[in-house]
């Protein structure tokens, strides 16, 4: 079955080992201690021909159902993997590590400048220590520069092209950093005078986009100057339901705006980002959630969840496909699924999950692959490198890595792979970087 980023059910079955014991109950009987196999995680470089360069070993995960892990990324000669609290330099040949270090607080971002790699570390919870975030060279594992954030957590961030990182904290405090230096380049404050907590930030070019209370404004991302502000339109503010996104001159907005019968209905708002002016407004049957989570590509939820391909210049739905999964955008088209289907025999007992590719104007389907069954909806690992679509799959409970030619779907490779991919896959000269872990269940 394809793999997905996966959300893991509270109720998992007992797997105690101690002594005397067979089994355990989920009554209120009193709870012995389990021994848990260790996981294991490791780093991956596959080539475009389906040859696994390379494996190395990384720590064991903790528990079960980790948290997603950053994208891998590679930098000049170096592959850099970040596995929950620690984070590790490996040699791009051949995987030797040359360097890891382990901090207090887990990381959620990493990013690539120059000869750099920054890193955000954070608890995720208030109270705990402040979020940081650390620049180190990439050759060595050395800290170039660090900067605490003492507003809080991050809730949001975006990187400029410059070199530049976007941040929002939970205060609502909004900073620009340069990631060369880990100084702060301009600011604005938070609290009633300044930023709200429900702000969502874009970066477009060389413009940050924020939106707070109703207005988007455009600042210039080296200094903070102010281009232009400007009200949406009949904006109702809801907390966690306005977003923003930015593509090829426009900034998709997300808001919550009143309907005929006065409640509050999602619609996305296409917006020039030279002059802040609306150019179209889309406004869905009824949705329960409205995501544009891809240029040209929306998610909208109601009675059953769509995705949609829509026209960036006119905001008008050129064709949908029922599907839990979000897109993923290739040169080739837009690949939907897994999509589950009844077995084409006519066997209604039995069902079968399809990966197909769309072309990206019109709709029509080019190809589709048929996978066994996926366990639960989230989204596509999968990356297009050259012809080929590279992703994970499971076939009958091993887990491995597929590629697919983007022009007509055949498999051209399938490896074994030691554990579930479990983050983005990243592209790198001749091949790509995956990171893999086996996740172990509590009792």
């Not at 159902?65 to 620690?86: C, E, K, R, T, Y």
């Not at 837009?334 to 999509?339: E, M, R």
């Not at 048929?370 to 091993?398: H, N």
Request: aromatic fraction near 6%.
């Amino acid at each position: 079955m394809l793999l997905v980023r996966r959300v893991y059910s509270a109720a998992a079955a007992c797997a105690c080992a101690v002594a005397g014991l067979v089994g355990c109950s989920s009554s209120s009987a009193p709870v012995f201690p389990c021994i848990l196999p260790p996981g294991h995680a490791s780093a991956l470089d596959v080539t475009t021909a389906g040859r696994v360069r390379w494996q190395a070993p990384l720590a064991a995960p903790d528990g079960w159902g980790p948290s997603p892990q950053p994208a891998p990324l590679a930098v000049g000669s170096v592959a850099v993997f970040a596995q929950g609290d620690a984070v590790y330099g490996l040699r791009l040949a051949d995987g030797l590590r040359l360097w890891s270090r382990v901090g207090d607080q887990d990381i959620a971002g990493l990013w690539r400048w120059q000869n750099l790699v920054v890193e955000l570390t954070q608890a995720g919870v208030t109270g705990l220590p402040p979020a940081l975030l650390t620049g180190l060279d990439a050759a060595t594992g050395q800290t170039r520069w660090t900067l605490p954030l003492s507003d809080g957590t991050v809730d949001a961030f975006s990187p400029t092209a410059d070199g530049g990182l976007a941040i929002r904290t939970g205060v609502g405090l909004l900073e620009l950093v340069d990631l060369a230096t880990g100084r702060v380049r301009w600011s604005r404050p938070g609290g009633p005078d300044g930023l709200a907590s429900d702000t969502a930030i874009a970066t477009a070019g060389d413009a940050l986009l924020v939106s707070v209370d109703g207005q988007l404004s455009s600042y210039d991302d080296r200094t903070g100057q102010l281009r232009w502000t400007d009200s949406l339109p009949n904006v109702q503010v809801e907390p966690g339901r306005v977003s923003l996104q930015a593509s090829a001159g426009l900034v998709y907005a997300t808001q919550a705006q009143p309907n005929t019968t006065g409640q509050a209905a999602q619609v996305l708002l296409g917006i020039s980002v030279a002059n802040g002016r609306v150019k179209w407004r889309f406004v869905p049957r009824a949705p329960e959630l409205l995501d544009a989570y891809a240029p040209g590509l929306m998610s909208v939820t109601a009675d059953s969840t769509w995705q949609d391909a829509f026209n960036p210049a006119t905001g008008r739905v050129r064709w949908q496909v029922a599907s839990l999964y979000d897109a993923v955008v290739t040169p080739a088209g837009v690949v939907i699924g897994p999509d589950t289907v009844t077995d084409p025999d006519g066997d209604e007992s039995e069902t079968f999950s399809r990966i197909t590719m769309h072309d990206t104007l019109t709709g029509r389907t080019r190809w589709t692959v048929g996978e066994p069954p996926s366990d639960a909806p989230g989204t596509l690992l999968a990356l297009p490198v050259g012809p080929l679509l590279i992703m994970p799959v499971d076939a009958q409970g091993t887990a491995e890595l597929a590629a697919f030619r983007m022009s007509d779907g055949h498999r051209a490779w399938q490896i074994t792979t030691t554990g579930t991919v479990q983050s983005p896959l990243s592209a790198v000269p001749g091949g790509v970087l995956a990171y893999a872990a086996t996740v172990t269940l509590p009792c």
